[in-house]
C-alpha cells in the first residue's frame, strides 16, 4: 500500500510540475509590463 | 528514490503538460465569454490580457452560428470603432446593430491602436469558409495600413497562422519569406508555434476570464487577479468626455501638435507644386498601395468596409490652409487606393461631422457614434445591394 502512495505520490507531483511548465510557456510567450509598452 | 518512482514522475510530467495542452485545445473552440460587448481594455493587451484568435473566432461562432441566417458583421478597427469613451449602453456599434436590424449580427472586435486588418479583420479571415455572406467593417484614418502580421496586435495574426486557421493565401507566403528573421521576431514567432501545439495561451488565458488571474497590472492593481469576467466595461466607471470648447481648448497644443504629425498632415509624403497646390509622392503611393493589397488575401477584400473616420473640425479649421490641404488630399487618395484593391470605402470627412461629435481628435462622443451607425449602416446596405456579394436572408 506504501509503495502504491508513494509511487500515485510521484506521478501527481509530475503532474503538477507538467501542469506549471505549461502555465510557464504562457508566462513567457507574450510581452507582460513593463515590456508590453515597448511594442507600442 | 528507486526508478520506479523516477518513472512515475516523468510520466506525471507527460501526463500534466499534454492534459493541459488537451484541455487548452478543447478550450479553445467553445466559447468563453459572457454577454460581449466590445475588447474593452481590461479584455485586450493593455492590461495584459491576451484574447487569442481561436477564441474571438469561437466567440463570433457562438453569437452568430452559420445556419443563423443572419448576416455576421465583424467590427475591427481602432479605438474609435471601439467606442472609447463611450458607456456600454451608448456603444455606437449597438445602435449599428439596432439600425440593420435582426437580418444582421454585430459584433465588434476592435481594440485601441489596432490597425485596419488587425483583431477582427483575423477573425474575418478565419471565419470566411463558412460565412459566405459576412462582412468585416473596419476603421483607419489615410496613410496607416499596417498589415496584421506587423502591427500592434501581430500576436493575434501569428497566433491564427500557426493553427492552420487562416485560408490558404501564396501572396501572403511569398510576402512572408524572407522576412521577420531577426532574433526577436524569431523568438515571438516561436512562441505562437509552440501555442500552436500545445495551447497554452488558450488555456491560460480561458482561466484568466473564468476563474482567477494570474498576471498582475498596473490597468489592475489590487484586482489584477480576479477572473476578467468579473470586472466591469472599464468604460462605465469613467467620466464621459464632454464635447465642449473649453476642453478642446485645454487640449492645446498637445492634440493639435499630434494631429500635424500624423501621415495625412505632415508634409514628408507630399510635394508642393509651382502652383502651391499639393500632390502625394509617388514612392508613398507606391509603398501604400503595396500596403494595402496586404491587408486581407481575394477575394475578401470586396467584403470589407472600410471607414476613414474623421477627426474633430474643431482641430482642423486650426491647420494651416496647406496642412488642411494635404489632409484632404489623403483622404481622397485613401479612398482610391483602397477602392482599387477592391475594398469598400467610406470616408467619415464626406460627412457633416461637428465638433460635438468628439470627446478629442478623434474619438466620438455617443452623439458622434449615432451619427457614425447611420453612415456605417447605410454603407453596409450599399454593398449588400450591389449582385457580386450574397444577400442577407
Known amino acids: 500500500m506504501n509503495r502504491f502512495i508513494s509511487i500515485a505520490s510521484a506521478f501527481l507531483g509530475g503532474a503538477v510540475l507538467g501542469a506549471f511548465l505549461h502555465y510557464t510557456l504562457y508566462r513567457i510567450s507574450l510581452p507582460l509590463e513593463p515590456f508590453i509598452y515597448f511594442s507600442f | ?393
Not at chain 2, 484614418?141 to 499596417?146: I, L, Q, V, W
Not at chain 2, 497644443?253 to 507630399?270: D, I, N, W, Y
Request: aromatic share 12%.
Open chain 2, 1 to 393: 528514490m528507486k526508478i520506479v518512482h523516477v518513472i512515475a514522475l516523468l510520466a506525471g510530467t507527460i501526463a500534466g503538460f499534454f492534459g493541459c495542452s488537451a484541455l487548452g485545445r478543447l478550450w479553445a473552440h467553445r466559447n468563453i465569454y459572457d454577454k460581449f460587448l466590445r475588447l474593452h481594455p481590461y479584455l485586450e493587451q493593455e492590461s495584459s490580457y491576451y484574447p487569442t484568435a481561436s477564441q474571438l473566432a469561437a466567440l463570433a461562432r457562438a453569437q452568430c452560428p452559420p445556419d443563423s441566417g443572419r448576416t455576421l458583421v465583424i467590427l475591427g478597427g481602432n479605438s474609435v470603432f471601439n467606442g472609447s469613451g463611450q458607456k456600454t449602453s451608448e456603444l455606437w456599434s449597438r445602435v449599428l446593430q439596432h439600425d440593420l436590424g435582426d437580418a444582421y449580427h454585430v459584433i465588434n472586435l476592435s481594440a485601441p491602436g489596432a490597425g485596419v486588418a488587425d483583431t477582427g479583420g483575423v477573425v474575418f479571415q478565419m471565419l470566411a469558409r463558412d460565412y459566405p455572406r459576412m462582412l468585416l467593417v473596419t476603421n483607419t484614418e489615410p496613410g496607416y495600413y499596417a498589415p496584421p502580421e506587423n502591427s500592434s496586435y501581430s500576436y493575434l495574426f501569428w497566433d491564427a497562422y500557426y493553427k492552420r486557421l487562416l485560408p490558404d493565401d501564396p501572396a501572403r507566403e511569398a510576402r512572408l519569406a524572407g522576412q521577420f528573421t531577426t532574433d526577436s521576431w524569431r523568438e515571438f514567432k516561436l512562441g505562437r508555434c509552440l501555442n500552436g501545439l500545445f495551447y497554452f495561451n488558450d488555456l491560460w488565458t480561458g482561466v484568466s476570464y473564468r476563474h482567477f488571474s494570474t498576471v498582475w497590472t498596473s490597468w489592475l492593481k489590487e484586482r489584477s487577479f480576479y477572473a476578467r469576467r468579473r470586472l466591469p466595461d472599464w468604460y462605465d466607471k469613467r467620466k464621459p468626455p464632454k464635447a465642449e470648447e473649453r476642453v478642446f481648448e485645454n487640449m492645446l497644443p498637445g492634440h493639435l501638435t499630434a494631429l500635424q504629425q500624423r501621415k495625412s498632415v505632415a508634409p514628408e509624403r507630399f510635394q508642393q507644386q509651382p502652383d502651391g497646390s499639393w500632390t502625394q509622392t509617388e514612392e508613398s503611393l507606391r509603398q501604400e498601395a503595396r500596403e494595402v493589397t496586404a491587408l486581407l488575401p481575394d477575394p475578401l477584400p470586396r467584403r470589407a468596409l472600410v471607414v476613414f473616420t474623421p477627426f474633430n473640425p474643431w482641430f482642423t479649421e486650426r491647420l494651416t490652409d496647406d496642412e488642411r490641404r494635404r489632409l484632404a488630399l489623403s483622404y481622397e487618395n485613401g479612398k482610391t487606393l483602397l477602392k482599387s484593391a477592391g475594398f469598400h470605402v467610406v470616408s467619415g470627412m464626406d460627412h457633416p461631422f461637428e465638433p460635438q461629435d468628439f470627446g478629442d481628435t478623434a474619438h466620438l462622443t455617443p452623439a458622434g457614434g449615432r451619427r457614425l451607425a447611420i453612415i456605417v449602416a447605410a454603407g453596409i446596405r450599399g454593398i449588400q445591394r450591389e449582385p457580386s456579394v450574397p444577400q442577407a436572408r
